[in-house]
């Protein structure tokens, strides 16, 4: 991308801003950001924000390590960890509350969003499963080795799979939101 995507403007916000109103929109509050070694600006962000933030320190290393990072620093009580991707900012708080309702009814279920059939993101993990992740397992991993335990959530939403890797996703993106109908906006967007 040749910028850190995190902080590339959607609008009048930041990517990693736009993730993390839907989060703010959906009622989650025990947010923790995970940045790299080259996160500071990432960091400066977010310094007014209610959510925690931590550093992984492991350079070069996948996204595994920075998961594992943050495990590390939740508290053992926790139930689910609903693992949000910076770079999909299209994802709505209807999902991700859907998301949750989900695992209130199946706490022992990897939950995955749907949409027209195809798998996205975020995945909400049971604690228990996701700690296999200290094993040397990916989340791909976990998945796989536990697809009895997976839930799919079906949702209205083409955000799950939007993902920003390129300029050509960073223009798509940049239509798609100003396209979105106003009552698909977070409430932030809508000024609330």
């Known amino acids: 991308m040749g910028a850190t995507k995190q902080l590339l403007l959607l609008h009048d916000k930041t990517v990693i801003r736009h993730c993390l109103d839907a989060l703010f929109d959906a009622d989650i509050r ?9 996160g500071d600006a990432i960091m400066e962000s977010l310094q007014h924000l209610p959510v925690g933030v931590v550093r992984n320190e492991v350079p070069n290393s996948d996204m595994a390590e920075s998961i594992r990072t943050g495990l590390r ?3 053992s009580t926790q139930g ?3 693992i949000c991707l910076s770079d999909y900012p299209l994802v709505s708080a209807n999902t991700i ?3 949750v309702r989900a695992f209130n009814n199946y706490p022992n279920n990897v939950i995955i969003p749907q949409n027209e059939g195809r798998r996205g993101h975020p995945t909400l ?4 499963l996701i700690s296999g ?3 040397g397992l990916t989340l791909r991993d976990i998945v796989h ?7 799919t959530v079906d949702v209205n ?4 799979l939007l993902d920003l890797d390129s300029k050509e996703d960073y223009r798509l993106i940049q239509t798609k939101l100003r396209d979105r109908p106003i009552g698909e906006k977070t409430q932030a967007e809508n000024g609330t």
């Open 30 to 38: 025990d947010i923790l950001v995970v940045i790299g070694l080259q």
């Open 73 to 75: 620093t939740l508290e």
């Open 80 to 82: 689910g960890v609903l």
């Open 97 to 99: 509350r859907a998301l």
């Open 125 to 128: 993990f049971p604690l228990k």
């Open 133 to 135: 992740i200290f094993s």
């Open 145 to 151: 080795r536990n697809s009895k335990m997976i839930f």
């Open 157 to 160: 939403d083409e955000g799950i």
